[in-house]
């Protein structure tokens, strides 16, 4: 990076104002066709105005031109399964049966450490192909397979929160662990990685359905010794399921009270799914400021059921996007930003009108408030890290075309998330760092990654 910088010149859209605070206000995002963006040294955005000011201010930075393409905010994925890379696309069934018949299976392969390395490469090669940059990942139930995850994240910088899944009961035995190993393998890896570079550690009991109450005690003291933890689980994704959680918890009021008993729901926490909810458990949800991952490709994959995202917003609980990789059909946000839109539409009169704000807002800004990070990425302010992704559609693709003729700016937005795909993702940049440049990866080594960070010190404020 040259001593004044580097300015970047591109037609860019983010959500610095979330969109569902007031559903009349359209557009819902904030879009320049000839942005100047000053990115210092560390990464930082330190001047964003129109590209002729900032260039005539800053006359020593190096210049990169964009305009070819479309920049937005690097893409935030708040539910992504690191062991079911190569399970994705098993079609046809539910939940139950699905996790039985592929994705544990699979997951008990990352017992060998071999295995569990070459899957952590996928995986973070499958994020930043899809312009994700930073993810809540959840872990495998082998300790020596969630270190490397966290050391092949770290190779790209990207922002990865993540930990060991826990579970004692329901599973096949490989899975399975016990109270006290679940508290000390999640404290060792927190030592280790949490607020190490751009990692953190994430409290991870798969469902109540595979936990006891003394797994989810453990988890709840891991949470209470490593400052700063997230909490991330499944809640209400399939009807089996939570009438089986009802029946296993006779003495908990509803399934959100599983953990919620245990201490575990707060601003730090974010549950996958949550499909079936009761105005109870979203009453709870929002008043512990925890947030919710919306896996829209997966609830249509696995047939858990339509997303009820107005009772959401209307209760107040933080919604965010999630590919849910492997039920979910591959890591692109933007197929989840459209899927997400196509289960409001067919809710009718019950769906949120989701427009294309709401869509880039969901795939961004919130998973980044989910996180903890909204002052550090998720939009493209002065002060954020510039974590960004740049869209260039192959000439002749649909999406070319749809971008060459769009009538406004909220149609072209609306065609990204219609036609864009990983092919789109031209370049990919965590905190100033470009780590994909057309379809190339390339790790920042010991640079961004074992820089310490602001990212472990951050939660989600309550609301309120
Ligand atoms: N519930 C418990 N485990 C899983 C999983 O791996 N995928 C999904 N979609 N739901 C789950
Ligand atoms: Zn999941």
């Known amino acids: 990076m040259t001593a004044g910088g580097v300015l970047y010149r591109a037609r860019a859209y983010d959500t610095p104002d979330d969109p569902f605070a007031d559903d009349t206000a359209r557009p819902g995002f904030r879009y320049e066709d000839d942005l100047g963006l000053l990115v210092s040294r560390e990464g930082v955005i330190t001047t ?20 070819a393409g479309i920049l937005l905010p690097g893409l935030v994925d708040t539910h992504v399964h690191f062991p079911q890379v190569r399970v994705i696309g098993a079609l046809g069934m539910p939940l139950l049966e699905w996790l039985e018949r592929c994705a544990l299976p699979e997951e008990q392969h990352l017992a ?6 070459t899957i952590a490469s996928e995986l973070v090669g499958g994020l930043i192909a899809a312009g994700t940059t930073t993810s809540l990942v959840f872990g495998s139930h082998f300790a020596p397979a969630v270190d490397a995850l966290f050391t092949e994240a770290a190779r790209f910088g990207l922002r990865v929160t993540s930990g060991l899944v826990v579970s004692d009961q329901m599973l096949p035995e490989p899975l399975l662990t016990t109270p006290d190993r679940a508290h000390s393998e999640a404290v060792d890896l927190a030592s280790r990685w949490h607020g190490r ?11 109540s359905l595979s936990a006891s109450d003394a797994v989810l005690a453990a988890c709840a003291s891991v949470m209470t010794d490593v400052e700063g933890a997230f909490f991330t689980s499944h809640v ?36 996958a799914h949550n499909v079936h ?3 109870s458990e979203l009453a709870v949800l929002a008043a512990r400021g925890a947030a919710v991952a919306h896996c829209p490709s997966s609830n249509a994959a696995l047939g858990s059921g339509l997303f009820r995202l107005r009772r959401h917003v209307e209760a107040g609980v933080p919604v965010a996007l999630g590919c849910d990789v492997g039920a979910g059909t591959g890591f692109s946000l933007f197929k989840e930003g459209l899927q997400a839109y ?33 002052d550090v990425v998720g939009d493209l302010s002065v002060g954020k890290e510039f974590d960004a992704i740049c869209l260039r559609p192959p000439a002749g693709t649909a999406l070319d075309i749809g971008l060459r003729h769009a009538g406004s700016p909220e149609e072209a937005l609306g065609k990204v998330f219609a036609l864009a795909g990983d092919a789109d993702v031209a370049d990919v940049w965590v905190a100033g760092e470009q780590i994909a440049s ?18 472990a010190r951050r939660t989600r404020s309550t609301p309120g």
């Open 438 to 455: 057309g379809g190339f990866l390339r790790p920042v080594g010991a640079g961004p990654a074992v820089r310490p960070s602001r990212d």
């Open 112 to 117: 060998s450490p071999d295995y569990a390395a």
């Open 342 to 374: 196509f289960a409001q539409r067919l809710l009718g009169d019950q769906g949120f009108p989701l427009a294309p704000g709401h869509l880039l807002h969901l795939s961004t800004s919130a998973g980044a408030s989910a996180l903890g990070l909204a």
């Open 48 to 67: 964003r105005g129109p590209f002729a000011s900032v260039a005539a201010a800053h006359p020593q930075a190096t210049v990169i031109d964009l305009r």
């Open 277 to 279: 909810p009761l105005d």
């Open 197 to 207: 570079g751009r990692a953190r550690y994430a409290v991870t009991p798969r469902f």
């Open 236 to 271: 209400n994704e399939n009807l089996t399921e939570v009438a089986t959680v009802h029946g296993q918890f006779p003495d908990r009021s509803d399934y959100v009270d599983t953990y919620d008993h245990h201490g575990l729901i707060g601003p730090r926490s974010v549950l």
